[in-house]
């Protein structure tokens, strides 16, 4: 006689195929205890996959007091970061501050503690009564403000009072004269257009970088047609404008509009890749372009992008 088995081949097979799941969910879950470092019992084990838990259980993971942030004086130059951590900062922002001031950073105002990275409002609200910044590392306004410099005092007077206030100190006096009788006075202007890096240094407010990024921005442009232009340099100080002119535009480069390639004239910070195409595409199917009129036409081309490429222009 023939046996007969409860179960179908197929049936079989599912059963198989679930047991092996079940055992491998319970080998995954025993390596996890182990590798989070909670090795327990089976007992354990099977009152988690339960349910079962312990109501104490959740309080050794949940119930941690945190600190307090303490409240002292202190000087974000000098403080180390037992002090920064004991202030409530945390631990990213103790190893920026560091950084910040290997590089040779320093925090001369309490407004430059605002730059430490991701400073929450309420960490300035509490900290900032706290700043204690050192003479040292504070910043001298030697250089007087653009709209009193043409006043009836003349801005050597600065210079002087400052002389003065360090005569007991022979050689800080002649260091603080060495420093200033190279920057511009009075009614003195230079030509953004021909001044070198050197001459750009001694305009108040302008030291080797922005003379560097004066000079970069000249050659990118052709040459400026307005002293306006160097605030578009990123950060650029206003003040420093009122000693600078443009005396001679004929120096200004042109771009020769109907003879420049597209990639030529998109090197031009004014043009850009979508205009310059445009310019190659209308050339290509309509020939030369004769007048400034046909540029209007153009989609890429708005008002402001005209009045500011105008004196670039080349129709030749």
């Known amino acids: 006689m023939k046996r007969r088995s409860w179960f179908?081949?197929?049936?079989l097979w599912f059963l198989l195929i679930v047991?092996?799941?079940?055992?491998?969910?319970?080998?995954?879950?025993f390596l996890s205890h182990y590798r989070n470092g909670r090795v327990g019992g089976i007992a354990e084990t099977m009152n988690e996959v339960s349910g079962d838990r312990p109501a104490s259980s959740s309080s050794q993971y949940y119930?941690?007091?945190?600190?307090?942030?303490e409240s002292f004086p202190f000087d974000p130059n000098e403080a180390d970061s037992t002090q920064l951590l004991r202030l409530g900062l945390a631990p990213f922002q103790v190893r920026s501050i560091y950084r910040y001031r290997a590089k040779g950073g320093r925090f001369s105002t309490k407004d430059d503690f605002r730059r430490v990275y991701r400073l929450t409002n309420e960490q300035w609200e509490r900290l900032s009564p706290l700043i204690r910044i050192a003479p040292k590392y504070?910043?001298?306004?030697?250089?007087?403000?653009?709209?009193?410099?043409?006043?009836?005092?003349?801005?050597?007077?600065?210079?002087?009072?400052?002389?003065?206030?360090?005569?007991?100190?022979?050689?800080?006096?002649?260091?603080?004269?060495?420093?200033?009788?190279?920057?511009l006075s009075g009614d003195e202007t230079i030509d953004i257009n021909l001044a070198d890096s050197a001459l750009l240094c001694r305009v108040p407010g302008i030291g080797s970088y922005f003379a560097r990024r004066i000079i970069q921005y000249r050659r990118r442009l052709g040459g400026y047609v307005s002293v306006?232009?160097?605030?578009?340099i990123e950060d650029f100080p206003a003040d420093a404008l009122a000693w600078m002119q443009v005396a001679?535009?004929?120096?200004?480069?042109?771009?020769?509009?109907?003879?420049?390639?597209?990639?030529?004239?998109?090197?031009?910070?004014?043009?850009?890749?979508?205009?310059?195409?445009?310019?190659?595409d209308y050339r290509r199917v309509h020939g030369p372009i004769r007048s400034i009129e046909v540029?209007?036409?153009?989609?890429?081309?708005?008002d402001d992008d005209i009045r500011r490429l105008a004196p670039y222009l080349s129709f030749d």
């Open 295 to 302: 540029l209007i036409t153009l989609p890429h081309f708005s």
């Open 248 to 280: 001679d535009t004929c120096q200004v480069q042109k771009l020769q509009i109907n003879r420049f390639s597209t990639r030529k004239l998109m090197k031009h910070p004014y043009m850009g890749y979508y205009r310059a195409s445009e310019i190659a």
């Open 138 to 183: 504070r910043l001298v306004d030697a250089v007087p403000p653009s709209d009193k410099r043409r006043s009836s005092h003349p801005a050597s007077s600065v210079v002087d009072t400052i002389v003065h206030r360090s005569a007991t100190d022979s050689s800080a006096t002649s260091r603080l004269q060495r420093a200033y009788v190279q920057k």
């Open 19 to 29: 047991l092996n799941v079940c055992l491998l969910l319970l080998v995954a879950l």
């Open 8 to 11: 179908t081949r197929s049936q």
């Open 63 to 69: 119930a941690v007091e945190a600190s307090q942030p």
């Open 228 to 232: 306006g232009q160097l605030l578009q």
